[in-house]
């Protein structure tokens, strides 16, 4: 039983350790917080309605214990969290080689990076 817990809370702080730095451009939705699922998400060369600006995100996480799906799913909660009901998604990129090589010798993390900019689309339910 003891085991079971550990576990779970292993996953619990291994699933946790992608984070996000927000740069705010707009509070005008900040009271109108949007659950992470409902969230859409634009990818690169995608058509975007008209839409307002609410922040740029910037996420990074460990490459050894995170993957792009919790990256995404991060700027997608905190893009929430402002109001946005939208992300336009930026680039995502790993460490290189010689960051991985550095992080195995000094023991630091080699970290996966994403960007994206947050938005409110005022017509999306319609879509």
């Known amino acids: 039983m003891r085991t079971a817990v550990l576990a779970v809370a292993i996953i619990a702080v291994v ?15 900040a009271a109108y917080p949007v659950a992470r699922d409902s969230v ?10 008209p839409h307002e600006r609410i922040a740029i995100l910037t996420a990074k996480g460990d490459e ?14 905190e893009a929430g969290k402002l109001g946005a009901n939208a992300i336009i998604l930026g680039d995502m990129t790993d460490p290189g080689n010689t ?3 550095l992080g195995a010798v000094f023991g630091t993390p080699s970290n996966r990076k994403g960007q994206a900019i947050a938005i409110y689309v005022p017509d999306l339910r319609s879509r």
């Not at 350790?17 to 005008?28: D, G, P, T, W």
């Not at 859409?40 to 309605?49: A, E, M, N, W």
């Not at 050894?64 to 909660?77: F, I, P």
């Open 64 to 77: 050894n214990t995170t993957n792009e799906a919790q990256m995404l799913d991060k700027m997608r909660q």
């Open 40 to 49: 859409h998400v634009f990818l690169p060369g995608d058509s975007v309605p």
């Open 15 to 29: 699933a946790g350790c992608v984070s996000v730095n927000k740069s705010v451009l707009s509070q005008s939705r």
């Open 99 to 101: 960051a991985r090589v």
